[in-house]
């Protein structure tokens, strides 16, 4: 029991970067969207106005500092960077699917920001299996629990 809290924590203090990275555009972001309203070739938007180019740069930096405070800037900002990289791949892939902007794609919701974090990082380290599986455990719970509350505090328009 005491081992399985050890990890879980180990695991979440790892990756926090990652997390704030994903949550810091909830607050910071807003105004102009990266893909600047252009639309793809399929006629859909690249990525739509939910990924703006504040936001990207506020959970790059906000990721960064929190790496930065572990003493693992460089792991930090690969998280931070990886876990942007994924959301917008998630929202890239929601809008060739026809998934609107802020609509909800389960899974991928939950897991495209802490794969992109896991894979960037990789190039430096790559945590044990058990870190691995505790993350890809915890971060979807997490995630629709932090989304409900920041619905709840007015800071999101919708619970997902
Ligand atoms: N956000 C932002 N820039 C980003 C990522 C997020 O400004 N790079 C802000 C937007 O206001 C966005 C909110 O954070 O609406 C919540 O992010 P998310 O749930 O990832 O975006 P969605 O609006 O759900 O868009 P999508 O359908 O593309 O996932
Ligand atoms: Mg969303």
């Not at 399985?4 to 979440?12: E, G, P």
């Not at 900002?77 to 990886?82: C, D, H, N, T």
């Not at 899974?107 to 790559?126: C, K, M, N, T």
Request: charged share 15%; glycine share 12%.
């Amino acid at each position: 029991m005491e081992n399985t809290i050890q990890l879980a924590l180990t695991s979440m203090i790892w990756v926090l970067p990652a997390y704030v990275a994903n949550a810091a555009p909830v607050i910071f972001g807003g105004g102009k969207p990266l893909d600047f309203e252009k639309k793809f070739i399929d006629g859909k938007r690249i990525l739509g106005n939910g990924k703006t180019l504040k936001g990207f740069i506020a959970g790059i930096i906000a990721g960064s500092f929190i790496g930065f405070v572990e003493g693992i800037l460089i792991i930090g900002f690969l998280l931070a960077l990886g876990a942007i990289l994924g959301d917008l791949a998630g929202s890239f892939i929601k809008r060739r699917i026809g998934v609107k902007r802020g609509q909800p794609f389960w899974f991928l919701d939950q897991f495209d920001f802490v794969i992109g974090a896991l894979l960037l990082a990789s190039l430096v380290e790559l945590p044990s299996l058990e870190i691995i599986i505790a993350i890809l455990l915890i971060t979807p719970a997490l995630h629709i629990l932090t989304n409900v509350m920041a619905y709840k505090l007015d800071m999101k328009k919708v619970p997902w």
